[in-house]
C-alpha cells in the first residue's frame, strides 16, 4: 500500500486554515481554501495546508519536499505544489480513465453508487454505514450514471458493457439489462411517460420503459452525447467535447443549441457533468473553459499561464468576479446585470492563469445565461450536485488528488445564504463523484481505494470502505492530477481522448490529437513529429509545459504503459454497412491511394508529409510537413487536421482536400458518401 494513499482522507473545516487566504466567488462565499504562494518562493510555511507535504515524508517519492510553491525537481516554476504518488504501481488490467457522475441517493435514501474500476456497483445504508449489496457486473461493463425511476427501481449506463442494467436495491437483484448502444452515457427518467432516456457518445438517444421490454424511440442525433435531462416539454442533451447544450424536440430533432458561458479569449469544452439546475427547467453544468490565445511552449509552465483565476477575481480592471445568484430574483450575468439573452457575456474581460480552467454554468429554459461563475484551481471538474434546497453546489475536481488542493468545491447559488456544508475540503484524495442527500448530508465517492465518505450537516466525518480490491495504477494517477500547473493530462485529453479544441501553440493551430487506440506504435509524436517518443514527449509536456515534476523512469514508464492501453473507441451502429464496405474497396484501392500513408492497424506508416495542408511552415522547422495521423476512432473526434479544418468526416473531402493528400477529386458524391462511411466505422 503507498503511504500517501494509506492515510485516511482529510476532511477539514476551513477555520483549520486560518491562515490561508480562502477564495470567494462574487456572492462572497469561500470556495477554495488554498492559499497561492508566489511562484517560487519555496516555502509553505505558516501559509496554506501542508498536507501533501507531510503524506510524502518517507514516501521515498522521487522528488521534492512536496512545499507548496517550490519546484525542487525540473527546475521550472510551479504554481500549484506538485502531487506526491508515492511508490510506483501498475494495475494488472488498466483501470479506465476516469469519467465522473456515479452517485446517486434514492428516494427512500439508499446510496447506489457505479464502480467503473471494479465493474460492481453498491448500495449503500448510510444509517448504519454498511454495503447492503455489493452487485457483480461483467468485465468491462463500467458502469456510469445512474437514475432511479417512479417505482424505486435503479437503472444503470454501462459505458463498456453497451446497455442498461436495472437493478432493484432493495433486494440487489439484477432485473434487467438491455443492449442498448456502443457507449451508453447520460441516463434519465421522464415521468410523464415512465421511459428511460439513454444518451450515447457515439449519437444515439434511446428509450426504454422502465418496467422492461424493447425500446420505443430510438433517434440518432450526433456523435459526442453526454447527459440527458426530461425536464418539463424539453429534452436536454449535452455534448460532451464540444460543450453544447442541445434542445430535442419529440421526433428527435435537433430544435435549438445553447452555448455555455466563457469569457473572452476562452472557449467552453468538456462539458463534464450537467444536472437540473436550482430552479424549473434549468440547467447546472460543470464545464471547462479553455484558451483561443497563443500559447508559448517554449517557457517553462507555458500550460499553467501566470496565477490568476478568472476574470474578475482580483485580477481585472474593477470587474465584478462572476457569480450565480439566483435569489435575487432576476438572472444576473456575471457582469451583475441582468443577463440578456443567450450571448449575453462578461466584460471586461482578463484572463490569466491556466489555460484551461473550470467554471459551472445555469442556462435556463430558453438557453439564456443565468449566472455563471468559476471553480478556482478546479482541475478535472468530473462531476457536480446541487443541494436539495438549490443554495449550493458541490463539485468533484478528480484532478486535484495526491495534494493539498481541495478535491471538492463548493459554488454558493444565492449570495445571502451560508450552508454549513461551505466549510469543507477534501483533500489528497481523487473525488470522482459527489451527492447531497435530503438531509443535508454529503456523500462523495473516491476512486482508489474505493471509498464513500459520509459528512454529516453537522461535519461529522465517517468513511466507508466499498471494496478491497485495488486498482491503484500511477500511470493513471499521473495522467489525472494535475502536474504542478493546476492542469492534468486528462484535462486536455479527457476520458482518455481529445477536448475537441484547436489550441494556437506558438503561433500555429494544432489540434487536440485523441489518444484513444492510437499511442502504442505511433512514434514521433505531436503534429510533427516533432517528439521522438513518450519519454521526449513527457519530459516536454509534462515537466515543462505542465510545470511538473520531473518523472522518474518508473513513474514514466508507467504513465507511457496506460496512455498506450486506452482502448481504441467503439464504432457507432448507425452506420450503413453496406456503403462502410464500398467505402473500405475505395480506401485500399490504387486509384485513391489512402493505404499509401494510412496503412497497417492504425492506418498510419509514422511518416511526416507535406499533402498541402497548409501554407505556413512554421518557424524553426521550416515545412509544412505533418505526421500521417492513425485513423483509429476518426470519427470521434472532429474536428479533423492538424488546423481543426474539417469539422466533419465529409469535409475532408470537400473544403479540406488538398491536390498531395490522396487522390479524391475523381470521387463521385457517392464514393464520397461511401468513404466517409467507412471511416465512421474505424
Ligand atoms: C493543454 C492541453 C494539453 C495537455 C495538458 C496535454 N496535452 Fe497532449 N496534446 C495536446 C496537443 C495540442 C497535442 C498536439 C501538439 C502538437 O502537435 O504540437 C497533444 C499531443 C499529444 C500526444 C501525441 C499524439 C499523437 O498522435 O501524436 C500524446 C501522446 C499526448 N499529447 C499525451 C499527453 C500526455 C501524456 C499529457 C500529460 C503529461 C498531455 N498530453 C497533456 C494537448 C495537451
Ligand atoms: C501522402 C500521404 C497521405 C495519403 C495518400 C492520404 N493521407 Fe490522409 N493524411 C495524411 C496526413 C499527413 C494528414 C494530416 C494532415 C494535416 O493534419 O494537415 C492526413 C489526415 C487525414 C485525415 C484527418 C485525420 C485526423 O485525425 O485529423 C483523414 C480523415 C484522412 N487523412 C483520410 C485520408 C483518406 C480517406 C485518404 C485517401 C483518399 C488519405 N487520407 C490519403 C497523409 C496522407
Redesign the pocket.
Known sequence: MRLSKALSTTVVPLVAFAAAAALANACGVPIGTYSPPLSGSGSSSGGAPDIGASSSSGSGGSSSSGAIGSSSSGGFPSIAPHPQFGSSTAAAVPPPPVSGGTLLVTGNGAVVASDPDRDAVYVVDTTSMTTRFAIALQPGDEPGRLVEDGAGRVHVALRGGGSLVTLDPGTGAVLARRAVCPAPRGVAWEASSDLVWVACATGELVAFPSAGGVAVHSFVIERDLRDVLVQPGQLTVTKFRSAEVLRIDPSGTVVRRDKLFSPQTRVPHVAWRTIAGPLPGTTLTVHQIESTESINTHVPGG?GGKFGGFPGSGSSSGGVPPCIDLEAGAPVGPDGVPAPGPTARPSPEIVLGP??QSAVTVLDAAGRLLGTAPVEQGVLPVDIALSRDGTFSAIALAGNGFGPLPSVQIVSLNASRNGALLNLAVTGKQVIAVAFDAAGNFLAQTREPAELLFVSATKAVQVLSLSAQSRDDTGHDI?HTQ?GGL???A???PEGGDDGHT?I?DGVL????S?RG??AG?AP????GDQKD?SA??EA??TGR?SGAKLDSGQGAL?TSW?ESIPAPPAPGWVDRAAALRGHTLFESAATGCTTCHSGSKFTNNATLDVGTTDIAPAGIGRAAF?V??LVGVGWRTPLF?DGCAATILDRFGQCATAGHGATSQLSKQDVADLTAYLETL
Request: proline letters at 8%; glycine letters at 0%; charged letters at 5%.
Open positions: 500550460y489555460i484551461v495522467f502536474a492542469m492534468a493530462c484535462s486536455c485529453h489550441w501553440l494544432r489540434r487536440t490529437p489518444l492510437t499511442i505511433t509524436y505531436h503534429w510533427q513518450m514527449l513527457l509536456v509534462y505542465m504513465l496512455v505526421q495521423p492513425p492538424h
